[in-house]
């Protein structure tokens, strides 16, 4: 009796040859090989699903009869398109890039490093940095949620990115959920479902984007909960996204939802202006893209919702300066990517508004807060005018500068950082600046 994977294969091929003429043969089997054989299943890999769609179709019935026959008891077939042979443990660091395990690669640009942290977001980084130092300790399942674009993509690929640097005897699967569903779904039509739950019980690590897709999939959930429930159970580290809580996944199953909220819950939120600044920064770097901090606050200040559409903006204004040759200038960006800014919703306050509003409340007149004088009774009336300007219009900190005295942009920045740190340690600062912003928007 025959039971080794490869010699049993080998044998079905020569079987197969002689049924055939070579180019048939070569057409539909040379490029095949034996994955493993488990549970009286041979789970064979071969080059696409077309071949699956005509293996299948035409010569399923043989090889099973066949197989069986060479076993000497039932076995049978299936076919997948990934790989899923194992990796031994290395004791050292591997260079090798990062092996996927037949799921999406990770983008090498999505690691911890390259990773902007805010007050937005630091949570959900710290949580997956542990989880990638650590694998099934602390924190398992780990559940990354916020609004698309966020950088939850970035966190999932990072933890996968490090896993591969640090651990690359560990098995890492990352998938999003659209690739799970179509992998079932093709599993269901093709009879393979025995490789598929090999493939995903058989890690170590499961990475998942974009859960929230698995809402009204009936049979993919009943699938994913055996998985999620056997990877659990045998402490293997599962880290999900979407774009909501498990607790408003309401086309979720009760037991999936409740082995999501499980575990560690981590949001991200709109990143703040200072924190978009600094991403606009360290992603242009990665474009050789030197942008001035005029550039960056003013398209910082342009772009609010997302990290993804700063990203684009970066992508876009690399393109126009490498085929136009030009540097990035403001009189371009507004002329070229106007397009990609976000309206906005509501009428601009205008920086003469702002200092005759905070005139009034500090009692002092508006051409002191604009003159160069440096009396303690006007630095602070200055300042907050300066960083309500910075907060309420869309002009850039150097346009800003000019407002006041034709200043220096570092004066406004330095201004706004100054005004951020007393709004921190001084209550009755932060509802000044309250009190005029109701005034200003009223």
Known sequence: MLSDHNILWTKILDHLQNKM???????????????????DVLVVLVPDDIAVQHITNNYLPIINTTLSDLAGKKIRCELTTKEISPIKPSKEKSSAPPNTYGSLSFNPNYTFDTFVIGPNNEFAHAAAL??????AGQYNPLFIYGDSGLG??????????????????????????????????????TGTTQSLKIKYRNVDMLLIDDIQFLSSKDQTQEEFFHTFNELHVN???????????????????????????????ADIKAPTLETREAILKKKAALLNLTLSDEITNYMARRIKSDIRSLESALINLQAITSLKKIPPSIDLIKQELKHLFETQQSREVSIDEIIAKVAAKYNVTTDSIKSK?????????????????????????????????????????????????LIKEDENIKEIIDDIIGDLKN
Not at 161 to 177: F, G, H, Q, S, W
Not at 242 to 260: A, G, H, N, V
Request: proline share 3%; glycine share 2%; with cysteine.
């Open 21 to 39: 003429n070579k180019q048939t043969f070569n057409n539909w089997f040379k490029e095949t090989k034996a994955i493993t054989l488990n549970d």
């Open 152 to 189: 939850k993509t970035h966190l999932l690929q990072a933890i996968g990115n490090t896993i591969a640097k640090e651990k690359p005897y560990l098995k890492v699967i990352y998938v999003t959920c659209e690739q799970f569903i179509s992998e079932f779904i093709h599993a269901l039509m």
């Open 130 to 135: 542990s989880v990638s130092n650590n694998p």
């Open 235 to 265: 402490k293997k580290q599962i880290v999900l996204t979407s774009d909501r809580p498990p607790k408003e996944l309401q086309q979720l199953t009760d037991r999936l939802r409740t082995r999501f909220q499980s575990g560690l819950l």
């Open 373 to 421: 004088s440096r009396h303690a009774s006007i630095i602070q009336p200055r300042f907050i005018s300066m960083y309500l300007s910075t907060k309420l219009t869309q002009m850039t900190t150097i346009e800003i500068g000019r407002q006041f005295g034709n200043r220096d942009h570092s004066t406004v920045i330095n201004a706004r950082n100054n005004i951020d740190n």
